[in-house]
Nanobody, 123 residues
Framework: QVQLVESGGGLVQPGGSLRLSCAASGATLDYYAIGWFRQAPGKEREGVSCTSSGDGGTYYTDSVEGRFTISRDNATVYLQMNSLEPEDTAVYYC??????????????????WGQGTQVSVSS
């Protein structure tokens, strides 16, 4: 069973950048799809980006397309976030599913979740 730990969150000004990390233990990520999700206060958790284990395909929700980039190695998945906006403020979670040949951005697709890391975008 894989355990996930997120890090890299913090407070940043609008237009700034952060890189989130999702470190895995208990298993390598080679056969897992990994998703990044976020939950803002008073809102439902939404899918932000994901990466598949099969073809390495990546997907982004429309609101972050062109600003966020997901990448991975066999132990860690990263989310590079550029041009951050106040609307990006949320707790960010990573999640894993296996087999993860093709990833998706729905919560129910994922079996394992990290504890979350806070991202705040404010001047």
């Amino acid at each position: 069973q894989v355990q996930l730990v997120e890090s890299g969150g913090g407070l940043v000004q609008p237009g700034g950048s952060l890189r989130l990390s999702c470190a895995a233990s208990g298993a390598t990520l080679d056969y897992y799809a990994i998703g990044w999700f976020r939950q803002a206060p008073g809102k439902e958790r939404e899918g932000v980006s994901c990466t598949s284990s099969g073809d390495g395909g990546t997907y982004y929700t429309d609101s972050v397309e062109g600003r966020f980039t997901i990448s991975r190695d066999n132990a860690t998945v990263y989310l590079q976030m550029n041009s951050l906006e106040p609307e990006d403020t949320a707790v960010y979670y990573c999640a894993a599913e296996s087999p993860g040949i093709k990833c998706g951005l729905y919560n129910f697709e994922y079996d394992y979740w990290g504890q979350g890391t806070q991202v705040s975008v404010s001047s």
